[in-house]
């Protein structure tokens, strides 16, 4: 019988978080069939994790455009080494946005900055107004009891 490994061991394997085997795990079940599983949630054959991790690989290398894709041609038997990578441009382009995307966040962060620092500020003044209103509109003290008897 081969091993298998719970599924803490088979993301160590994989060399990626819990949540990423959940989501590769999906992808692999849609094209082989369920994991096996007790009790405690899914068993990972390493027939399984061979798999995955070839998928992973392929999807890494670009030579798929979807993890079910790779599943799907590893499955199938085609040979994805004659596919050309997918999406090299439009992975320059999201890069490319992503970057203009990061400046326009730290320019809209600096404003926010500067909105606060003004927001403070009128805070502080309405405070200094609205003391001196409460100041000005309040009743004049009573003179002291003494003075009216010695004046």
Known sequence: MSAAYSPQEAAERLGVTASTLRRTAKFYEAVHGPLPSDQRGRIYPAEALERMSAA?????AGKAATLEAAFQAAATGN???TVPPVGVDLARQVIEGMGRLERRLSLIEAELQQDRTEANDLRRL????????????APPKPAPWWRAMWG
């Open 126 to 137: 309405v405070g200094y107004y609205r003391q001196e209103l409460e100041r000005r509109d």
């Open 56 to 60: 992973r690989d392929l999807l890494d």
């Open 79 to 81: 040979d994805l080494a």
